[in-house]
């Protein structure tokens, strides 16, 4: 439980992710925003990941919670993504081409991707 009386598993983060800027939002229980964080994109599959695991991370700590205490990580993202298997691809603004970003298959640490 945070100061502020949120529990685990009430917590859920958004993630804008573009060709100039990853923007994330903490969001409690009843969708009210906790933290924002901006962080420039950086190009290519290696580049867009981190981008994103350093915004989770940073929101994480902003709101004195863990990654496992998150509901889940929503991101919307420009190009195609596979509903089966959550990779991305042509996302020409990210310089992610064919199938380079396999959202389901992150194997950072702290990450638990689902399907």
Same mark, same amino acid.
Do not use: F
């Given at each position: 439980?945070?100061?502020?009386?949120?529990?685990?598993?009430?917590? %859920?983060?958004?993630?804008? =992710?573009?060709?100039?800027?990853?923007?994330?939002? /903490? /969001?409690?229980?009843?969708?009210?925003?906790?933290?924002?964080?901006?962080? @420039?994109?950086?190009?290519?599959?290696?580049? +867009?990941? $981190?981008?994103?695991?350093?915004?989770?991370?940073? /929101? #994480?700590?902003?709101?004195? =919670?863990? @990654?496992?205490?998150?509901?889940?990580?929503?991101?919307?993202? @420009?190009?195609?993504?596979?509903?089966?298997?959550?990779? +991305? %691809?042509?996302?020409?603004?990210?310089? =992610?081409?064919?199938?380079?970003?396999?959202?389901?298959? #992150? %194997?950072? @640490?702290? #990450?638990? $991707? %689902?399907?």
């Amino acid at each position: 439980m945070t100061a502020d009386g949120h529990a685990a598993g009430e917590w %859920s983060i958004g993630l804008d =992710i573009g060709g100039t800027k990853v923007l994330g939002v /903490l /969001l409690d229980d009843e969708a009210g925003v906790r933290a924002t964080v901006r962080v @420039p994109t950086r190009l290519g599959t290696e580049g +867009v990941v $981190a981008a994103a695991a350093e915004v989770v991370q940073r /929101l #994480c700590a902003a709101g004195g =919670i863990g @990654p496992a205490d998150l509901t889940g990580v929503g991101a919307g993202v @420009p190009g195609l993504v596979d509903p089966v298997t959550g990779e +991305v %691809s042509h996302a020409l603004n990210l310089d =992610i081409h064919d199938r380079g970003c396999g959202w389901r298959r #992150c %194997s950072r @640490p702290g #990450c638990r $991707a %689902s399907r």
